[in-house]
């Protein structure tokens, strides 16, 4: 192994800066040149790569976004698409690639291991919704930026005394929802993977306000439906008070990453580098039960994502 | 002078509970009690009063939203309505009255002021859109929230190379908009108060793409029309790339105030108490040319709203 | 079991109020009573004890510091002082005490769980140097906290080509110092856990100005030795470039916990009312490999705390 | 005049690349062409020069420090060094400069002013005392920071019963410590401006534990003294509590723009430019009275800096 390329995929997510950082370092440390590939899968195709030295990823760990951009690419799905990108991979002479990104992004880098060129997946994406992975890179940061969003928010809902409807990211995951609806408070949390009862929430609703709280905040995960056709959904079961809706958007997917996202995608890029270092290939690296794992990457996608349900539940025990 | 009330009311802005702190402690170095009256005018009007001393106010001043809440009154747009409040104030001894709030916290001021009760309004609003004033407080929290938010954005745009059109509050005024976009490096920002041509705009985005620009954002005032009719109309005009939008919402008036929301705030509300302690009232207190200001809130009410022209063309010539 | 209480002790940490509001309403949702001691085990020793309701601990989840406050109990450490507690306790009809807090506050409830009183642990404090626990509550939000100090100081030293020292806290454990020092890309890290040569750190700097490296920034353990001392020894060590010392001292236990802190608070917080309602005692709750435990508080009590060996060897292989 | 040269010197500041931005677009939306000097009047005597683009000063506005780097220059202090400066200027074909920094950078420019060079300056320190302006570029966004750090240690000083001495920067001006002073609700503000008796401070401490405060806070400007040197004359005049110092050193000094910073920075460093398309030279632009103002370089330094003095009391009354 002498020379390894890497490319960011699919929505950008905080964290993926610092990733690309430790994968250039840690494969310069050991020897190895490294070289980035601009524009995801469709400037693999189209061979918009070059080399990256220790200095050409200095400054960027605090760095949101992705300094090797990312691109849709309906090329790369055909085989055709993919043969073309191992080309310009031969062509650069680089002999494995580490792809940093999510679900479509892991699609992709198992084709090219189907295809008989070495990739190592790397999960990035605020979603939280990769197989072989407790947490993924930009989650942490997502997080806190939907938490500072609710904070904000419930100043607003306390002095109006108002119910807020606020609609997060997550794809068809309800990671996000839940953890920044337990991390803040919120009164309901609607997620994908568990069922509710619109009754149900309304009688939250009225034991808080019978109790005396002065707001009442539901976080609607998008991957159930949107906030706006949520707060129809509770106007038809009677509730009639001040009610609006606030859909978070695009900005959760920015920001500097948080040190937890940045220690993970450290720790993440630099062991894709030492699993190439040993030789292995078609893997997707990841943390669980606070290890750092691999797995194969052909047996891993299509894995159901699930919640913590002892979390779900607690959220409704605390916010009686 | 012995007693005197203090209120907010209309939407809540950051920096409201350290102007009611200036207030309630002014007052009493200077030997005043300070009633609070909870719920805005319809607080007033149901007699939800109660005394404040100095620790009431204690660890208040970096909390945003209010702690005397506001809301909404049909019932004080009435003759009536404003009989009972005058008739609260009165029985609780309260000789005179502090607003802070927005416009139609003023309206309300203004009509207790022709009644004969003595009124001062200080301008709480994130808008910035009261006559009389350079700066409203909350606006400068605002900003910085949208600023926030644009950094955030401009994190994803850049990565995808989107255009983002962001829609920002502000209700009929452009400030927020100007003062963000320019800020925050927007290629077009959209106010009421100044005409745009949408060919302009697509100008600019072409020229921004000749030159290189990974990303384009543009900021539309919420009272010229919404993000997603923008992104139509932009459509329409023949754009074709990648274009999101993003609403900002409602975190826009939350969050802990900035130190010159807190320094206007204190400065302001201690101002309102000034001018009573001097006998004077039907006042509306400002910030105009740096210098600490107040004027006839009868006459002061109705003045158009205008933007700084200079800093608009600024905006056009920095964005290049 | 009726009746719990719940005390915070020694430094505090954010996210100690948002596990008082876990214990609060999880025993609430459960059927039990809560009582608050105010004042950590000085309190406990006189008597200054209230009830806690559901909306007691409403609007504290997103607030630094403890509500109950904290102290130091000389007292408490005799045993006349423990049995002053304990009849405390008794008198208000407590039968079982959660305690929040580090290192001393567990000695407080071992000796009360020796002495007969059920006790439960929940790790609260910045340092992340409790056994039997992976993180403590308030570890990931003064990593932030650091972390963005670490992001502002990068900015001065690369405008001026720096060298920085910075002193973290942490007091026996390097925790703070490594992961901020990894997450921020330092250039040098000491951690007590592991011995350093002054003339690997020389040489790291000169390769780093070799390299074209615009600033350094080598974190320290207050663990270790103050960051000005530090400073006189790089001196002996030859290096003579212009060097500055920050200290980033108390800023670090402040602040809006994370969203990971608020989490990891209310699931502990939770955990502990749990193992009260099983009817055990005298165990130390935690987080573990991902997984909620709980250990014998009397046996857990003066493990070595350790650091990652393979992050630490990680951080000098980035910070090329 | 066709082609102009920019600097930034001294400390560095918030908001001196959204200046340098400014001054660069403005320049070449003008038909200018800008040169950017590197490190301050070191690189201005070693001719380290380079041609700035519009695209050179992409996404800048948002980061703190200087992408031009400053730095000290003994050399440039002599007429011979300023000579060898103007060469390079001229060598390069530079017209006329636009110095940003604070008052040692003003000496600067008022020196190659004196020997026929025209220079603009721009004022850029966090310390806020440059004549001729009501504010500097970085002042704001200082004191957010500060302000921020006030928050955070209230939190820990209100969990403990603690009194904490907080040192800011600012030099020899209290602008700094005043402004996050009434900002922050301290309980006393100790600025070089105004003399103060440490038996006021005890008695304002003293009164504070008497209504039930559970913290006071007391900023002390560097410009006075040291945090640790007014810790022990508070000893000395008799306070006994615990009490802690808080020296915030250098993250004061970083950190993203604050809005009010990137407006400020935007407008002066356009009206530099303006300044020099008219043919003005030797003036320092400010703002004054909401307005923008230049002043004769000359004329202006040498004036002493003033707070104000109503502010100062404001913080008094407010802290009962």
Redesign the interface.
């Known amino acids: 192994m002498k020379r390894i390329g890497v490319l960011?995929s699919g929505?950008?997510a905080?964290g993926m800066n610092?990733a690309v950082?430790?994968i250039v370092?840690?494969g310069?440390?050991h020897g190895l040149e490294v070289y980035g590939i601009n524009q995801g899968y469709n400037g693999l195709i189209h061979g918009n790569i070059q080399k990256l030295e220790?200095?050409s990823v200095?400054?960027i760990?605090?760095?949101?976004?992705?300094i090797l951009?990312?691109?849709r690419s309906e090329e790369f799905k055909t085989p055709e698409g993919q043969q073309k990108g191992i080309e310009q991979l031969k062509k650069h002479g680089i002999e494995a690639l580490v792809v940093i990104g999510g679900d479509g992004s892991y699609q992709g880098a198992k084709k090219l291991t189907e295809q008989g060129f070495n990739c190592i997946g790397v999960p990035g994406t605020i979603d939280n919704d990769i197989p072989g992975t407790?947490f993924t890179i930009g989650f942490?940061t997502a997080?806190?930026?939907?938490?500072d969003?609710i904070?904000?928010?419930?100043?607003?809902a306390?002095?109006?005394?108002r119910t807020?409807i606020i609609e997060v990211m997550g794809r068809n995951a309800g990671d996000i929802a839940l953890?920044?609806g337990?991390?803040?408070?919120a009164e309901s949390i609607i997620v994908p993977e568990e069922n509710f009862e619109m009754k149900d929430v309304v009688e939250r609703l009225q034991q808080g306000t019978k109790?005396?709280?002065?707001h009442s905040i539901i976080i609607v995960a998008e991957g159930v439906m949107s906030g706006n056709q949520f707060a129809e959904e509770l106007k038809k079961a009677g509730v009639t008070g001040d009610t609006?809706?606030?859909?978070?958007?695009?900005?959760q997917?920015?920001?500097?990453p948080?040190?937890?996202d940045?220690?993970l995608a450290?720790?993440l890029g630099?062991r894709a580098v030492e699993l190439l270092l040993e030789g292995k290939g078609g893997r997707a690296v990841g943390i669980?039960?606070?290890?750092l794992v691999d797995h194969d990457i052909l047996e891993i996608l299509g894995q159901p994502h699930t919640i913590d349900k002892?979390?779900y539940r607690?959220s409704k025990?605390?916010?009686?």
């Open positions: 960011t929505g950008d905080p610092a950082r430790a370092r840690k310069i440390y220790a200095g200095g400054d760990i605090q760095r949101g976004g992705t951009q990312s691109a407790d942490d997080l806190n930026t939907v938490l969003a904070d904000k928010i419930r100043d607003t306390s002095s109006h005394e807020f953890w920044s337990l991390a803040g408070g109790r005396g709280k002065r609006r809706v606030s859909v978070l958007g695009h900005i997917r920015g920001g500097s948080t040190a937890f940045r220690v450290s720790r630099a669980q039960n606070n290890q002892n979390m607690l025990e605390l916010s009686i």
